[in-house]
């Protein structure tokens, strides 16, 4: 049974950092694009960052960039994102989710993606 399980998430105040990891389980996702989204109270999940199987490529919504880094160990089988500079905006619950199409270019859409977690909530306080 596939599991993403992400944790790290919390309540900081504007300017403050965090690093948010996703632990997947069930099968190895090294040969597989990986991304996190998020979703605030009453709107849609959006897309925050994505990265290849290999870590070589990555896609930031614009809204984070510069401020967020997303990174990849393959051999733990765990993918991570970085948060700087973080803003109330900023606040969600954050998602990590993975491709099941093998090499598969990094999409910033749900649908481009076939595993998620649970979830974990960011808060940002002014």
């Known amino acids: 049974q596939v599991q993403l399980v992400e944790s790290g998430g919390g309540l900081v105040q504007a300017g403050d950092s965090l690093r948010l990891s996703c632990a997947a389980s069930?099968?190895?996702?090294?040969?597989?694009?990986m991304g996190w989204f998020r979703q605030a109270p009453g709107k849609e999940r959006e897309f925050v960052a994505a990265i290849s199987w290999s870590g070589g490529t990555t896609h930031y919504a614009d809204s984070v960039k510069g401020r967020f880094t997303i990174s990849r160990d393959n051999a733990k089988n765990s993918l991570y994102l970085q948060m700087n500079s973080l803003k109330p905006e900023d606040t969600a619950v954050y998602y990590c989710?993975?491709?099941?199409?093998?090499?598969?270019?990094?999409?910033?859409?749900?649908?481009?993606?076939?595993?998620w977690g649970q979830g974990t909530q960011v808060t940002v306080s002014a």
């Open positions: 989710a993975a491709s099941n199409i093998p090499r598969m270019a990094p999409g910033n859409y749900p649908g481009g993606y076939d595993y």
């Open positions: 069930g099968r190895t996702f090294s040969s597989y694009a």
